[in-house]
């Protein structure tokens, strides 16, 4: 078992999300995240998956995607082959006392504030999967009171040479 | 035009000629338009599943798109069973149900249920009309998607409203269908591979499915078999493909097929599975399945391949081409010398000829398969073609394993849903495509009173069947695995030979009604069925205690088979 994000541009249709998450959940796959929104084109979305399984489960899963009507790419987005960023909003206890380490601190973790209460901040961060876990583990002992991720999304790095081709051809 | 109008003009410029089903609240406009005329002819059922498994059976008979039709709500959930068969069988099927008005959609309307909601993971795609517009693109799209690739059902649900708004309608040339591309064509060098390792193989075995009947490709997996001389078993869904009377042709493998099927997969050096799935009926405990062999499978469904069983040549496209293009380069590769294989082939003979299905015959009770037997002996008696379709059972196993199907398309089951009830309305659907046909449904009794009420359909709209009831007074493969795996305890399993009484019951509905109590009665009762000109019900009052030989259990080995009692015990 391992961890695998996957890619996939969806039909901007009704209904479309949900048969790609009912496929998850009636063949048994475990979907860690799933972020879903517009791309470049608005008749299309873009589903970012992370789901832990086997590297057999992910190829089922793949070829059992590219059967959804909806579906008119799925790839698998590969850690060294493309860029993988998160959003959080992290709301911290903060008493007024402690206001300027934190905000100190969350500095140079790259997070804002979104916004001050009389005993809370609410931090935002935009980075890499890990860098928002780093964060959290910062804050942390402060007391989170409230805390979102949008899950990952990503693309394949421009870098990484050529445009991929599906994982599934058909 | 209405949109209720629309719906049947796409029918008929999509060349379905007959369809199956029942008006209600919603989707009555549709209804309306079919009072004021179509070519397509409704056959009016007298339940949706029964409407949903004649579509099915018209389609298995046909080789067309099965179309049912049915109201809102209740009328949608009955079509459930058929819509999950249809998946599970792949069998190409448009359902067009009604839906409240657009207004009403998501206020727990009178009848109003989730119908795209409900049957999503069971459908290749399904749509909800709001907007007449889209009304014409959907129908099209419906009929290409049920028929292309693995074939497979689509739901097509329709608003009220829209069955009642006018427009002007156009119906497309061409689908708009950017994400279905299902494969049309097969990679040579994967073709190559194949026929290198066909043409090295010491006991190659081809292993052929239902996907050989839904693509048509029958033709051209006969003439590998005879050019290549390629021992083949068939599965359940396969038979019909291969002439049950092939030389080559070693019947089912699986759960209650033969020792020689069976013994043939588990010792191959290669199994040439072709439209078939390594499903858990077929191969049993999959680690003792085949398990010297190398896998060539060929599928139109890349999912199936490599899904339960790895492949080392995994070969997707359509079956016609993928066989065609295989025997061509078979005889290219066999032009180098043909491997003898003599050895293998007397090897599988001797196992048939040791191996056959039997069993025994006593005075004092008509056995099953006896029947069957009957039943076989008399269709080989007839200039007409015989199609068969069974329900889900002891019965439909016998029937596996006795019937003779020479032709493709003319042994129709519930293969992999197991729908006990499937085998009636299946029949009045596959006469409805064949007029031309004797239709016999081989039924338990058990599943033939799950949908006995369509008798009345095939009495009324002239769809004359004959369905011989297996009556052993049991949910009879229940009872076996009462008998055999729960220590005899036989809860609610004990239906009656007598109640009800099949043949008053027919009677009633307006068939003739047979009852045969021995085997003195059977052949002139199931002569007279046949040649009574209208529906017959055969009640055959059978051995409630036979049990169906051999057996793999669930989840064992083929070298684990129980055999019939008294038969030669030797491990391959």
């Known amino acids: ?170 | 035009m209405l949109g209720s109008d629309a719906i049947l003009r796409a029918l008929e410029l999509e060349g379905v000629d007959v369809a199956f089903g029942i008006p209600g609240g919603a989707i009555l406009p549709t209804y309306d338009a079919i009072a004021r005329g179509t070519s397509v002819r409704h056959v009016l059922a007298r339940h949706e599943q029964g409407a949903g498994h004649m579509a099915e059976g018209y389609a298995r008979a046909s080789g067309k798109v099965g179309v049912a039709i049915a109201t809102s709500g209740p009328g949608a959930t009955n079509l459930v069973t058929p819509i999950a068969d249809a998946w599970m069988d792949s069998t190409p099927l448009v359902c067009i149900t009604g839906q409240v008005r657009s207004s009403l959609i998501g206020t727990d309307a009178f009848q109003e249920i989730d119908a795209t909601g409900i049957t999503m993971p069971i459908v290749k795609h399904s749509w909800l009309v709001q907007d007449i517009e889209e009304l014409p693109g959907v129908m099209k799209a419906a009929f290409h998607v049920a028929r292309t690739g693995r074939q497979g059902p689509v739901l097509v649900d329709v608003a009220k409203d829209v069955q009642e708004a006018a427009f002007d309608f156009v119906y497309p040339d061409a689908v708009d269908l950017p994400g279905w591309k299902p494969p049309h064509k097969v990679h040579p060098k994967q073709l190559r591979e194949a026929a290198r390792a066909i043409a090295v193989a010491q006991r190659p075995i081809i292993y052929a499915g239902g996907g050989v009947q839904n693509a048509d490709a029958c033709v051209e997996l006969l003439e590998l078999v005879n050019s290549a001389q390629l021992p083949a078993v068939v599965t359940l869904m396969g038979k019909g493909c291969l002439p049950d009377s092939h030389r080559l042709n070693y019947g089912a493998p699986g759960m209650h097929g033969s020792k020689y099927a069976n013994w043939a997969l588990n010792k191959a050096d290669l199994v040439i599975a072709v439209g078939s799935r390594f499903d858990d009926r077929v191969t049993g405990k999959l680690s003792a399945f085949a398990p010297g062999a190398k896998v060539i499978h060929f599928d139109i469904d890349a999912a199936e391949v490599g899904k339960i069983r790895a492949a080392e040549i995994p070969v997707v496209g359509p079956l016609k081409l993928a066989l065609a293009q295989l025997a061509a380069e078979v005889r290219a590769v066999a032009a180098d010398g043909a491997p003898d294989r003599s050895a293998w082939l007397r090897q599988l003979e001797d196992w048939r000829e040791r191996f056959p299905f039997r069993y025994e015959r006593s005075d004092g009770t008509l056995k099953p398969q006896t029947a069957i037997e009957a039943l076989r002996d008399l269709a080989a008696t007839r200039e007409e073609d015989v199609i068969w379709t069974t329900g889900v059972g002891q019965h439909q196993m016998w029937a596996m394993q006795y019937i003779q199907c020479e032709k493709p398309r003319s042994f129709i089951t519930s293969g992999e849903l197991g729908t006990m009830g499937y085998g009636l309305p299946a029949a009045i659907g596959a006469k409805a495509a064949r007029p031309d046909a004797t239709v016999v449904c081989i039924d338990g009794d058990g599943c033939f009173q799950m949908t006995c009420q369509d008798l009345a359909t095939a009495s009324l709209e002239r769809l004359p069947i004959v369905a011989v009831v297996i009556n052993n007074g049991w949910l009879g493969m229940v009872r076996q695995w009462q008998e055999m795996f729960y220590d005899e305890r036989y809860a609610q399993t004990h239906l009656t030979h007598a109640v009800p009484n099949y043949a008053q019951l027919a009677e009633a509905y307006g068939c003739a009604g047979f009852t045969v109590e021995n085997e003195d009665e059977l052949e002139s009762a199931l002569a007279a069925a046949f040649a009574s000109g209208r529906s017959a019900v055969v009640d055959v009052r059978c051995d409630p205690e036979e049990k169906c030989f051999p057996m793999i259990p669930a989840g064992a080995a083929a070298v684990d088979t129980i055999e019939a009692p008294g038969g030669e015990v030797v491990v391959a």
């Open chain 1, 1 to 170: 078992m391992s961890t695998h994000t996957i890619s996939v541009r969806l039909e901007n249709k009704p209904g479309a999300l949900a048969r790609v998450s009912q496929l998850f959940s009636r063949r048994g796959y475990n979907i860690q995240s799933l972020a879903v929104g517009p791309t470049e084109r608005p008749d299309i979305s873009r589903l970012t998956l992370r789901v832990d399984c086997s590297e057999h489960s992910l190829e089922q899963i793949e070829k059992q995607m590219h059967k959804l009507v909806n579906v008119l790419r799925v790839t698998e987005l590969r850690p060294d082959e493309s860029i993988e960023r998160e959003l959080a909003l992290i709301t911290v206890a903060v008493p007024a006392e402690r206001r300027a380490e934190i905000v100190a601190l969350s500095q140079v973790a790259g997070a804002r504030v979104a916004d001050i209460g009389r005993d809370a901040i609410t931090f935002e961060l935009v980075g890499r999967p890990d860098q928002v876990e780093a964060f959290e583990e910062l804050v942390r002992p402060y007391g989170v009171r409230d805390l979102v991720r949008t899950g990952r999304v990503g693309l394949r790095r421009p870098s990484a040479g050529g445009r991929t081709a599906p994982t599934v051809q058909v």
